[in-house]
């Protein structure tokens, strides 16, 4: 009898064993494998704060496990479209995409992930999709110990993919002890497209956009995505999303110096007509202020144009953005910085938020910040173009040309608005007036015909004539006050031409009530006026 109730003892001791590792750590029947699982741990100084980051999670690329590589695109807008249900809840802090995307298909240490992003908590998870069927499993791991707050495996039919989605957004909510009222649950699920293959379609576009402005074909890329983001709004037709991401490509049609003047007055027609539809199918009060900016940037009447930007600048949360940047050039510098810091605690492995940071630095006289800022860029993405030639600026302003002229061969990689003034701008500024139009000129044989780099060129020569003559010609486009604005955003040289050639751009100022041209610390030598 004493072996008997010595056995019944060490039974039931493994039985609670068992049941304490269950509910520990449920089962999952199909593991979701994005990341490496940490041990529990102590938290060090690479972990996230809980008590800094609070209720906060990062929505990771769930892992296609389908055969069909098309499914991928099915897996990326599963999450997307999580990621911005997630973010439509007050009081929860959600890692914007492009940082969390950049984890996909990476085994990373969610310690790691976590610190990276400034969250507490990542959901991940898997897609299988096979014909009208499709497997979803999805689990939440808080990243400081590994420990699973919720998991769940869902098998159904591909109908129900949105009451999947419905239910792992209000359960992620539920875990993380978020009470969602009515209105609340309605605006997450408002977020939603509730097309499958709209937002595959749209996913497609998206791939093409990031591979444009990773490479050279800018405006081929950009081109190619339109039949996804058309294909998209057939299917959704007040797919507000894919509106801007058209903008994108008209912008960048209109302002390419390749680009006819019939294409550029068609592309200005086409993208007034997208930005008015993604502002009318717009369901983020934020995204509308954004994109209110830039309709008024480009028509002909700038009159609203300060009050759109204070009211953009003073939105919360991180929407997508465009073309708030040139706002630094006409006085919102500060606000402009404040905004960026911002985007990059939302966003914080966004690449451009750290370049727009550096330049607002620049205008602020903060060289130091800017050149700082500009290396966190290049860490984030290697040594590119842009960030070579943002560089370049900084250490013109500074004075030391010969750094700059040394990143020349970087920056000149860049076939569009960079290059031309890689070498010719350190050129110019160091004195060497005649080698920098040289430079200029076998750039112009060799690439195209940029006339934002030649105003800024010119300008730093001392030609007054020349650039007042590209200025005029700029002026006289489609959207040209808009472009010219761009152009001294990047001059950051105070007037790099006179108002009297340009009565266009001169017309939107005196609309907007802007005094020209904002002060600035920079000065080009040659430059009198």
């Given at each position: 009898h004493k072996l008997d109730r010595v056995i019944i003892a060490f039974l039931v001791l493994a039985i609670g064993v068992l049941l304490v590792a269950r509910f520990t750590h449920p089962p999952v029947s199909e593991p979701a494998a994005p990341a490496t699982r940490p041990p529990p741990v102590t938290l060090d100084d690479t972990s996230p704060d809980p008590a800094a980051v609070g209720k906060s999670v990062a929505v990771l690329p769930f892992v296609n496990m389908s055969s069909d590589p098309e499914n991928e695109y099915f897996a990326d807008g599963l999450s997307e479209e999580l990621l911005n249900q997630l973010a439509q809840i007050p009081d929860l802090q959600v890692a914007g995409r492009t940082s969390s995307f950049s984890f996909k298909g990476k085994s990373e240490d969610l310690r790691v992930i976590g610190a990276a992003l400034g969250v507490a908590n990542v959901l991940e998870g898997s897609v299988r999709r096979q014909r009208d069927t499709v497997r979803v499993t999805a689990q939440l791991i808080r990243v400081a110990d590994g420990f699973h707050l919720w998991s769940e495996t869902y098998d159904r039919t591909m109908d129900d993919v949105f009451a999947i989605q419905d239910d792992i957004s209000s359960s992620v909510a539920g875990a993380l002890k978020i009470i969602l009222d009515e209105p609340a649950r309605l605006r997450m699920q408002a977020a939603g497209v509730r097309n499958v293959d709209a937002f595959?379609?749209?996913?497609?576009?998206?791939?093409?956009?990031?591979?444009?402005?990773?490479?050279?074909?800018?405006?081929?890329?950009?081109?190619?995505?339109?039949?996804?983001?058309?294909?998209?709004?057939?299917?959704?037709?007040?797919?507000?999303?894919?509106?801007?991401?058209?903008?994108?490509?008209?912008?960048?049609?209109?302002?390419?110096?390749?680009?006819?003047?019939?294409?550029?007055?068609?592309?200005?027609?086409?993208?007034?007509?997208?930005?008015?539809?993604?502002?009318?199918?717009?369901?983020?009060?934020?995204?509308?202020?954004?994109?209110?900016?830039?309709?008024?940037?480009?028509?002909?009447?700038?009159?609203?144009?300060?009050?759109?930007?204070?009211?953009?600048?003073?939105?919360?949360?991180?929407?997508?953005?465009?073309?708030?940047?040139?706002?630094?050039?006409?006085?919102?510098?500060?606000?402009?910085?404040?905004?960026?810091?911002?985007?990059?605690?939302?966003?914080?492995?966004?690449?451009?938020?750290?370049?727009?940071?550096?330049?607002?630095s620049f205008w602020l006289g903060d060289v130091d910040a800017a050149l700082e800022y500009n290396r966190e860029a290049e860490v984030l993405a290697g040594s590119t173009p842009w960030i070579a030639a943002n560089r370049q600026l900084i250490l013109l302003g500074l004075g030391r040309t010969g750094e700059a002229l040394a990143l020349a061969p970087e920056a000149a990689k860049d076939r569009y608005f960079y290059g031309m003034g890689s070498y010719a701008l350190p050129l110019a500024l160091s004195g060497d007036i005649e080698g920098a139009r040289l430079a200029m000129e076998r750039w112009q044989a060799e690439h195209n015909r940029d006339i934002r780099s030649q105003i800024h060129i010119y300008a730093a020569m001392g030609d007054r004539a020349r650039a007042n003559e590209l200025a005029a010609e700029m002026d006289a486009r489609p959207a040209g006050p808009m472009i010219l604005l761009l152009t001294a955003e990047y001059c950051a040289c105070g007037a790099p031409f006179d108002l009297e050639a340009t009565p266009n751009f001169s017309a939107r100022l005196r609309e907007a009530d802007i005094t020209w041209p904002v002060e600035t610390f920079i000065r080009y030598p040659a430059k009198d006026w």
């Open positions: 595959v379609a749209f996913q497609k576009g998206k791939e093409l956009v990031q591979k444009a402005h990773s490479g050279t074909d800018l405006i081929k890329n950009m081109r190619r995505s339109l039949s996804h983001f058309d294909r998209a709004i057939e299917l959704v037709p007040d797919f507000g999303a894919a509106y801007w991401q058209k903008t994108d490509y008209y912008a960048h049609l209109v302002m390419d110096s390749a680009s006819t003047d019939a294409e550029r007055a068609e592309g200005l027609v086409n993208l007034r007509m997208a930005l008015d539809e993604a502002y009318r199918y717009s369901s983020d009060p934020s995204r509308r202020a954004f994109i209110d900016v830039d309709r008024v940037l480009f028509s002909d009447d700038w009159s609203p144009l300060r009050d759109r930007i204070e009211k953009a600048l003073a939105a919360p949360g991180c929407p997508e953005v465009s073309w708030i940047e040139v706002a630094t050039a006409i006085g919102y510098a500060a606000d402009t910085a404040d905004m960026w810091a911002r985007y990059r605690q939302c966003d914080p492995l966004f690449m451009i938020s750290y370049i727009q940071q550096a330049l607002t």
